[in-house]
């Protein structure tokens, strides 16, 4: 795939990902509002916000495939559409049923196009210096817009319905449609590879099984039979999955790519610094507004050093990636990352300085990690294999995202739950679901009772923000140390 002006291309796909990344954390500034509107339970607002990563996590492998076999811009055309229509759904929801599949719908637009924006520009840009900057332009935009969800969300919903977070996708759609028609050549086919609904099926019951167990154990009153069926179903369609891939003839996943270890530390940096992102933002969001009282806007405006650092480290990443081994900046990145997440975690209620420092390393790090994990990946696969690598690579992150909300959004649940219950306050078990329950119960129960109902959440919720940076913290730690090991750096 040829362009006269690769750099024109590179800015069209990377506003069609702005919107597919910001849709990922756009709600958190939304979810109070949102929830109080729709009187959405704590496991409706995750399903709210997981949908969209599980589903396109489990879409991306089957649509990499299908942009190697029919073409990787008319992927992108038809993800454009369905986006298109999605968004309109979504942002006229009258319940959080609806809102739900819309989401879900809103997820296969997104996985349409996100394998077609990276191939696009490995294939429009022929020099490996220019290729690297624009990768890396592409990871600031990936990890930077990610960030910057909050904010958009918070400054429309200062004048809008919150369905206006949804509805702003509209006219970006219907102008990137014409331009990717002119500019984006057709390209040719790179492979036969047939696409494989079964396995397609398989992966998307397992993820979505796999974090309904997760969820269930968040829950005020879980249930063994809830836990276990669920768990047991995903545990198994992941491996009938992985069987299909080994035995296949045409695999959607060639897992031979992961014997290379630059590709294999790769995803895991993809993996680990997706999910930090995604889950530590959801509890940063909730708590400026709920806990500090913010409005949507000024707690985007709080965590903008996030973004900012993101979007500055990315191309410089890129840049250096030339120079010094991949290995090396993956490891380097998630220290830094490593150190900004333990800072907040030990003065998240502290100096407002200290906390905007700690957001600006989070970021720079997250921001340098996408960049050299999207490198590590995209060049360490053949060429006729790059829509199955950028499906691999978002993979990585969809999935990364869809832990990282699951896991630490289940865990914030949980802890709640359990400090809230043990604050004594047995009275009102809605209460003890999530500070938004307790605040709507707040609002209609007798003043000193609501007075102790806003006391014991708000406490438990503190608790429980305190121990998901903790746990953030120790998983980076991990992750450095693992990378490091692929690596062969110790």
Do not use: C
């Not at 942002?91 to 997820?107: Q, T």
């Not at 709080?302 to 490891?331: D, N, W």
Request: aromatic share 8%; hydrophobic share 55%; net charge neutral.
């Amino acid at each position: 795939m040829q362009t006269r002006s690769p750099w024109l291309v590179l800015a069209i796909v990377s506003t069609a990902l702005f919107l597919i990344v910001v849709d990922m954390t756009i709600l958190y500034t939304a979810l109070p509002r949102l929830t109080h509107d729709l009187r959405a339970t704590a496991v409706e607002k995750l399903w709210i916000v997981n949908a969209y990563s599980l589903v396109v996590a489990g879409l991306l492998p089957g649509s990499g495939a299908l942009g190697d076999r029919y073409g990787h811009r008319r992927m992108f055309l038809i993800g454009l559409v369905i986006f298109g229509v999605a968004s309109l759904i979504a942002g006229l929801a009258p319940s959080s049923e609806v809102l739900i599949g819309a989401r879900a719908l809103l997820a296969v637009g997104a996985a349409a196009m996100m394998p077609a924006t990276l191939s696009i520009i490995r294939h429009s840009f022929d020099d490996p210096a220019q290729r690297s900057l624009a990768i890396g332009f592409w990871a600031a935009v990936a990890s930077g817009g990610a960030a910057i969800g909050p904010l958009v969300g918070g400054a429309l919903l200062e004048h809008f319905h919150w369905g206006a977070v949804f509805l702003v996708n509209l006219p970006i759609v219907l102008i990137a449609i014409p331009l990717t028609l002119r500019y984006v050549q057709r390209g040719k086919s790179e492979g036969g590879h047939p696409f494989d609904p079964i396995g397609s099926i398989m992966i998307l019951i397992g993820l979505l099984t796999l974090t309904l167990a997760i969820k269930e154990v968040a829950k005020p009153e879980p249930t063994w039979m809830g836990f276990i069926l669920p768990a047991l179903i995903g545990v198994a369609a992941v491996y009938l999955f992985i069987r299909r891939q080994q035995r296949g003839a045409h695999p959607m996943i060639d897992l031979h790519l992961f014997r290379d270890t630059r590709f294999a530390a790769g995803v895991v940096a993809a993996v680990s610094s997706a999910a930090v992102l995604l889950g530590l933002e959801l509890v940063i969001s909730q708590r400026l507004q709920l806990v500090s009282h913010m409005t949507p806007l000024q707690a985007g405006l709080f965590i903008l050093p996030i973004p900012l650092a993101s979007f500055i480290a990315g191309p410089l990443t890129g840049l250096l990636l030339g120079k010094v081994e991949t290995g090396q900046v993956l490891t380097y990145s998630f220290a830094v990352t490593a150190v900004g997440v333990a800072v907040y975690a030990f003065n998240f209620d502290g100096s407002m300085w200290i906390q905007l420092i700690a957001f600006a390393l989070i970021g720079a790090g997250i921001g340098s990690a996408m960049t050299a994990a999207s490198s590590a990946i995209m060049m360490n696969a053949p060429a006729n294999r790059a829509g199955m690598a950028a499906s691999i690579e978002e993979v990585s992150y969809e999935l990364g995202g869809a832990l990282g909300v699951a896991l630490l959004g289940s865990l914030m649940s949980g802890v709640y739950t359990a400090a809230y219950l043990a604050g004594g306050d047995n009275a009102v078990t809605m209460a003890a679901d999530s500070l938004d329950q307790a605040m709507l119960v707040a609002e209609t129960a007798p003043v000193e009772q609501a007075r102790q109902i806003l006391a014991n959440g708000v406490a438990a919720f503190e608790r429980s923000v305190s121990v998901v940076a903790i746990v953030s913290t120790a998983v980076l730690a991990a992750a450095t140390l693992w990378i490091a090991r692929l690596s062969r750096i110790i």
